[in-house]
């Protein structure tokens, strides 16, 4: 039984955010890579791009930020210079403003620190599955996913724990801002210009700002000169500090892309569960630890695409890119390329090697974030089957109107206990 088969005709348009609304257009995807792996794709919104769908393809792409630069967004959207510089993080910048950025706060999320939560979020996981399990039928993605990734995160950044739920609802309406479940501000349904400068185009970005300042005021005058939000503070070398603007921009990408990156991921994971039997005797055995939290990450593929802009003219499969146009990385078509992964719709725990781009692998922009992302998978589906004797869908699952986030909003299920 495979977990989840697309139904699209082939030819959808990947542009739309509507044809995501029963999982990526995968048949689609599948298409392009055989017959045009770098095609033109006209965009109805702008300025049409280059589609690149091959996994082989977008990583060696992706490892030549000189010829395809981070620094004029990463979403398929058009801006004005004066909005880019509103809205951009160090995810949208190059060398070397993106890596003086990312040494003031990569300590945070090294490996050995990272190792160091273990415990804590062992602990959250088990208040987590003790009270969405005591119930026989429930949603999985806001009882189960949805709770883990910002209760962390707010102990990372050390946000009060009654702050939170506001925390993921503005994270949502941010980082799903074309989905109306999320946002009355539905980006490709309605004029956004009187936010056009904040972050996602998103009035969530004004007050998730607010909420940032205050934050830091409040600390500042207890002395907390801990955490995460602190280091970023900090001056670089050369003694320049972050502007206000670039601090709100930061916070706003770790609330929004610090809990949906791991929240569809493990919804995705518990969706394999439950059309895949065989993966819950697997994981309960102990035997696929090192491997399951990168294959879980690959199927559940949480950001769909990214973007990047030629900074020079280039070839590939016989198209001329030229410098300024518009480059997509499709990493849901990669995820499932059967030239890099073998049976690419089954999920398989011991998948290795699994040169999944799920964390955008190949390039100096992989996610900062990638070790806390595993280990709070591991951790999550370690406990989570040891109290499982089966789990199946219990409805049918709802997957975001997004074609820049790839998830499951939706994912009712029905289990038994040990």
Same mark, same amino acid.
């Given at each position: ?77 058009? =801006? ?153 503070? =900090? ?125 955008? =692998? ?57």
């Amino acid at each position: 039984m495979t977990v989840w088969t697309p139904s699209d005709d082939g030819f959808a348009d990947i542009t739309s955010h509507d044809a995501y609304l029963a999982g990526p257009p995968h048949n689609t995807f599948a298409r392009m890579r055989r017959d045009d792996p770098c095609a033109w794709t006209d965009y109805p919104q702008g300025e049409g791009f280059w589609s690149i769908t091959r996994q082989a393809d977008i990583l060696a792409c992706n490892g030549k930020p000189d010829i395809f630069s981070s620094a004029r967004g990463i979403r398929m959207e058009d =801006q004005t210079y004066a909005e880019y510089l509103a809205r951009r993080t160090f995810q949208e910048t190059d060398a070397p403003d993106h890596m003086m950025t990312r040494i003031k706060v990569a300590r945070a999320f090294s490996p050995g620190v990272v190792a160091g939560f273990e415990q804590a979020i062992r602990d959250l996981c088990d208040e987590i599955l003790d009270e969405a399990l005591a119930q026989d039928e429930f949603d999985a993605t806001k009882a189960i996913a949805r709770q883990l990734p910002m209760r962390m995160l707010g102990r990372i950044l050390g946000l009060p724990e009654a702050d939170l739920p506001w925390l993921v609802e503005k994270g949502d309406a941010l980082i799903a801002n074309t989905d109306p479940d999320f946002t009355a501000h539905v980006l490709d349904r309605m004029t956004t210009d009187e936010f056009r400068l904040m972050p996602f185009n998103s009035p969530a970005g004004a007050e998730l700002y607010i909420y940032a300042k205050d934050l830091m005021a409040q600390k500042a005058a207890a002395g907390d000169t801990g955490g995460v939000l602190h280091m970023i503070l =900090q001056p670089a070398k050369d003694g320049s500090t972050i502007t206000e603007e670039e601090f709100r921009n930061f916070f706003c990408l770790l609330v929004a892309a610090g809990n949906d990156t791991t929240r569809y991921s493990i919804a995705a994971g518990i969706q394999a569960l439950c059309h895949q039997p065989e993966l819950l005797a697997q994981m309960q055995s102990g035997s696929v630890w090192d491997t399951a939290p990168d294959e879980i990450i690959r199927w559940a593929t949480p950001a769909t695409y990214f973007r990047r802009t030629a900074a020079q003219d280039t070839e590939l499969h016989g198209k001329t890119i030229r410098a300024g146009d518009k480059v997509i990385y499709w990493f849901a078509s990669g995820n499932r390329d059967d030239a890099a992964f073998a049976d690419p719709f089954r999920v398989d725990l011991s998948r290795k090697p699994n040169p999944h781009l799920s964390f955008g =692998q190949g390039g100096p922009h992989i996610c900062l974030g990638m070790w806390l992302a595993r280990l709070e998978v591991r951790v999550l589906f370690q406990e989570l089957s040891r109290r499982l004797a089966h789990i199946e869908p219990a409805g049918p699952q709802k997957f975001l109107r997004s074609n820049f986030v790839g998830g499951i909003k939706e994912l009712p299920v029905r289990l038994k206990r040990t």
